[in-house]
Nanobody, 124 residues
Framework: QVQLVESGGGLVQAGGSLRLSCAAS????????MAWFRQAPGKERDFVAT????????GYAASVKGRFTISRDNAKNTVYLQMNSLKPEDTALYYC?????????????????WGQGTQVTVSS
């Protein structure tokens, strides 16, 4: 079992920045690929970014590429999402997810463990 707790969400003006954190507890964090997803009201849960177990690979949705950066600190059992140049369309509930599957994973069904989410609201 892996428990995930997100933090760092909030209200920010367009053009601003936020850094989300996801703290993991339970089994060996370094054995899990991690990802961030987001879900706006009335919409599907969408992939945002992913990072491999050793940080050797990162991937991003086209809508956030160049603005968001995913990183992890295996010594702290934490994954981060640095969000810059935020837009109102980035408003959503952001979820952290974990899987011990190897590979490039961008679909929600590939991830086993999920946090409760942290709300990000970007005002225009």
């Amino acid at each position: 079992q892996v428990q995930l707790v997100e933090s760092g969400g909030g209200l920010v003006q367009a053009g601003g920045s936020l850094r989300l954190s996801c703290a993991a507890s339970g089994r060996t964090f370094s054995g899990y690929a991690m990802a961030w997803f987001r879900q706006a009201p009335g919409k599907e849960r969408d992939f945002v970014a992913t990072i491999s177990q050793s940080s050797s690979f990162t991937g991003y949705a086209a809508s956030v590429k160049g603005r968001f950066t995913i990183s992890r600190d295996n010594a702290k059992n934490t994954v981060y999402l640095q969000m810059n140049s935020l837009k109102p369309e980035d408003t959503a509930l952001y979820y952290c997810a974990a899987t011990n599957t190897i590979g490039v994973l961008t679909t929600a069904s590939a991830f086993t463990y999920w946090g409760q989410g942290t709300q990000v609201t970007v005002s225009s």
